[in-house]
């Protein structure tokens, strides 16, 4: 909207109801682009503005202040007016394949945690990759039950009635099994996508960026009449919870999906061999421009069901299938600034401010760099790179976009160079701080070392603290964090102070109420969002503090490992002053082992090596870190984390280490196949082991086993127990 530069004083009374009603409806739909559609409209600088008006009006004319006025929300939640669904069967993407290599990598990987010889066949379904969003929906008895989106893959948004006004989604199947969960990808067509933004733009509504933006938009209307006008597709592909096995096949299964009446992409093939799946992946990608609707890339599926459930699924991504990308789409524009962003780690990021250019059917106006030596034209290890052509502010730079990843700078054009243009210095001090920023041996990152007092690192904190995989808290994201952080009346400067934010002093609700941005319900809200997150499990706990190398897997295998808060943060505290923790190499490392009880421990679970328990050991070790996160435990209740599901298994919650040649099956797909049933995989005997499975040429693990007393079986006792044989 336009801005009117009338000071408040001056503005009359009839002038003033009329300007907030037109920011009422302009802060709206910018929360609503900006949340629920996921295409903001106007800068945050902007929007900042627009909040500050509305607010210094409502000040000046408090009995002027709207029943909707925008000072009262925070932000429209994301998911505000749709109730959730918990996905029966997790909804998880997919593993990217750029080159043909990956894709012959993808099927050798695949052989060889089958144990399948060279030469064995194994066949492919291949498929186009719609560029859409994916859609899950349930049917019991031959009835629609619900439509979910796929959300963080666990829980999604029920769009039922909504997905109901799709032509292509059927309300009932006829001779469906019991329970079938058709999942697959909601798209709009090129000639709708033009056709509707055509009629946004009559009817002076906004208009969307690309056909994908479209058709979540679309979909994700509060109002289902809306959806209706709006002209979507949907494709099934793959499927969830069933009650009965479609077919032996992904191809028959797809082709009863068919029968049901459900659209299928008729681009599917089955291949034999990899070389058709190279050929068809080359024969979709000539007919990408006339298809008539967006993809972006081939998806590869083993064919044989019985073969996809033995290679079974990595934390996110099942093993059985991977998508093939299209090459990145390319771009030459303007680099008008280096900025640096120092991160949760204290990792000085150097990120290209560009001219803005469309790539792809998206606005780029910022890139990655990497790091000091990317910008030099030098790979980690001193090579040259992009022929050893450094990037200098002002250069012309050519962006590309592989998938939904930041964009990134592909190359520069030294002729349109500008003569002044000088070599960009990196900065040896925090940008954020002021403290030495330092690149370690064999490190490609400069580093904050600030830490805490770093508020760059102490902000990028709390909000991987609150992010979704973490803590969770709704009401709380990162912007709300980056708030309290600078408020002086309220502030949060770690996790703990958000737990103490209620209590801090008994006007706090008042406080939090009266801020720009928020009312009484907003802030309530949040002080029971934040009271639900105090019970919380062990590995959301761990993943929360932030550390460096901990991620979300290494989180659950600590938090599996050692189950309670106090069993974790002894050991770490143990480990810490142990002699392997002041090891300089890797060598020190090795020989301090056998005085170093806890970090031994550490180390033995699989998956956590020297890097894990480093990072881990060096955060307990500062004492200002470690009493920040004494105040954080002090707040909740760390629900313990046993060993997951199957605990009906003999083996759930078993220590068990493979030795020796398993003939069966890979030592990959053992250990998967051992920690689905809930028991914990090590790579060495110890007190703690409670099994080995020893297969021929077993040597110096039997040998402990027998000293230690540790049980010892071969390959086919370790079937009968799991009930595989
Ligand atoms: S199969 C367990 N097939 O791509 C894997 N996904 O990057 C199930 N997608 O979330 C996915 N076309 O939204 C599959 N032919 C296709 C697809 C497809 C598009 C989407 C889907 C998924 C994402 C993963």
């Not at 709207?66 to 998880?92: C, I, Y």
């Amino acid at each position: 909207m336009q801005d009117n530069d009338t000071p408040v004083a001056d503005l009359g009374e009839e002038a003033a109801r009329a300007e907030l009603a037109r920011l009422a409806e302009a802060i709206t739909r910018a929360n609503r682009a900006y949340h629920a559609e996921d295409a903001p409209e106007i800068s945050d600088a902007e929007y900042d503005r627009l909040k500050a008006r509305n607010a210094a009006i409502e000040a000046a004319f408090p009995h002027l202040r709207r029943a909707d006025s925008p000072s009262g929300q925070v932000g429209a939640a994301p998911s505000e007016g749709f109730a959730k669904v918990t996905h029966a069967v997790r909804m998880l993407s997919l593993s990217n394949a750029f080159s043909d290599e990956d894709v012959t990598d993808f099927v050798a990987g695949i052989r060889k945690y089958l144990g399948l010889p060279a030469e064995a066949p194994i066949a492919f379904t291949a498929e186009p990759k719609i560029d859409g969003l994916s859609l899950s929906l349930r049917y019991e008895r031959g009835r629609l039950i619900n439509a979910a989106t796929r959300g963080d893959g666990e829980v999604g948004e029920n769009v039922t009635a909504n997905a109901l006004t799709l032509g292509d989604i059927p309300e009932r199947l006829e001779g469906a099994p019991r329970v079938l969960e058709v999942r697959g990808e909601v798209y709009m067509s090129h000639s709708d996508f033009a056709d509707l933004n055509a009629r946004q733009e009559a009817a002076g509504q906004k208009t969307f960026a690309n056909p994908r933006n479209a058709a979540a938009g679309s979909l994700r209307q509060l109002d289902p009449a809306v959806t209706r006008t709006r002209p979507l597709r949907f494709f099934a592909y793959s499927w969830g919870e069933i009650s009965e096995p479609l077919a032996d096949t992904q191809s028959d299964a797809i082709a009863r999906l068919a029968d049901l009446g459900f659209q299928t992409n008729p681009l599917t093939r089955r291949c034999a061999r990899a070389v058709d799946m190279l050929d068809h992946y080359r024969a979709i990608e000539a007919q990408r421009a006339t298809l008539g609707y967006d993809i972006d890339g081939v998806v590869y599926k083993v064919d044989d069901l019985g073969l996809q459930a033995r290679l079974g699924f990595r934390s996110t991504t099942p093993r059985w299938a991977i998508a093939h990308k299209f090459p990145a789409e390319l771009a030459w524009t303007r680099l008008e600034a280096i900025d640096i962003q120092v991160g949760r780690t204290g990792a000085l990021s150097p990120v290209a401010r560009l001219t803005p250019v469309t790539v792809g059917g998206v606005v780029v106006s910022n890139a990655t760099l990497h790091n000091e030596d990317y910008i030099a034209g030098r790979d980690a290890r001193g090579e040259p790179i992009r022929g050893g052509r450094d990037i200098r502010v002002g250069d012309w730079v050519q962006v590309y976009r592989a998938g939904d990843v930041i964009p990134k700078i592909a190359d520069v054009d030294l002729a349109r160079r500008p003569a002044d243009a000088a070599p960009y210095d990196f900065p040896q001090t925090c940008p954020e701080c002021g403290s030495a920023a330092v690149r370690e041996e064999g490190d490609a990152v400069r580093r904050c070392t600030g830490g805490l007092i770093c508020p760059a690192q102490a902000v990028e904190k709390l909000k991987h603290f609150v992010s979704r995989a973490a803590f969770d808290i709704e009401g709380l994201g990162a912007k709300q964090v980056e708030m309290f952080y600078r408020d002086d009346l309220l502030p949060v400067r770690e996790p703990a102070d958000i737990f103490t934010l209620q209590r801090r002093d008994a006007t706090n609700l008042a406080k939090l109420a009266n801020r720009d941005g928020w009312g009484q319900t907003s802030a309530k809200n949040l002080f029971a969002a934040i009271d639900d997150r105090r019970t919380i499990a062990l590995n959301r706990v761990i993943f929360g503090l932030g550390i460096r190398h901990v991620g979300e897997v290494a989180a659950s295998d600590l938090a599996r490992h050692f189950g309670t808060w106090a069993r974790f943060a002894d050991t770490v505290d143990a480990a810490a002053r142990e002699p392997a923790a002041q090891a300089q190499d890797a060598k020190a490392r090795k020989a301090a082992l056998a005085d170093s009880p806890a970090w031994a421990e550490i180390v033995s679970i699989d998956g956590i090596g020297d890097s894990v328990a480093a990072a881990l050991t060096s955060a307990f070790a500062q004492p200002r870190e470690r009493a920040s996160i004494d105040r954080l435990i002090a707040e909740l209740d760390v629900q313990e984390v046993t060993a997951r599901a199957a605990a009906d298994s003999p083996v759930a919650g078993k220590t068990v280490v493979f030795t020796g040649t398993l003939e069966k099956m890979t030592r990959a797909e053992a250990k998967a196949r051992a920690e689905a049933l809930g028991a914990k995989v090590a790579g060495s005997v110890s007190a703690k082991t409670d099994l080995l499975v020893a297969g021929p040429g077993a040597g110096s693990k039997a040998k402990k086993a027998a000293e230690l007393g540790v049980e010892t079986i071969d390959e086919d006792g370790w079937l009968r127990l799991i009930g595989d044989a």
